[in-house]
């Protein structure tokens, strides 16, 4: 599923608290292996922890955040942002992740 914004996502009820955390499971469907994941958020600074099945833990990883001008239903500026995450996702697999979300910009 892809949504437009954070705004179309349960995450956007918290959008005016800092540290929280969200547990997310992303599913590959296709044939190809995917080395990223992109995940509409509101904006902030996070941190990322990838699942790792071997050693069934999580470990951290560098998550970036980019933002841009949107509006939302009712056509009041927002700030669309994305976390990219290197996570890797077999074909046709789950990977694993805890987004958190340190304090807001």
Do not use: W
């Not at 608290?17 to 958020?41: G, R």
């Not at 099945?53 to 994305?82: A, G, P, R, W």
Request: net charge neutral; proline share 4%.
């Amino acid at each position: 599923m892809t949504n437009a914004t954070y705004l179309d996502c349960p995450v956007g009820k918290f959008e005016n608290k800092d540290n929280f955390t969200m547990s997310i499971a992303i599913h590959n469907p296709s044939s190809n292996d995917l080395k990223s994941a992109k995940i509409a958020v509101p904006k902030g600074n996070y941190e990322a922890k990838v699942f790792d099945k071997k050693t069934q833990e999580f470990k951290m990883v560098e998550v970036s955040v980019l933002c841009h001008l949107d509006y939302n239903l009712t056509l009041h500026k927002i700030d669309s942002c994305f976390a990219h995450v290197p996570v890797s996702t077999r074909a046709r697999e789950v990977s694993f992740l805890l987004l958190e979300r340190k304090d807001m910009l």
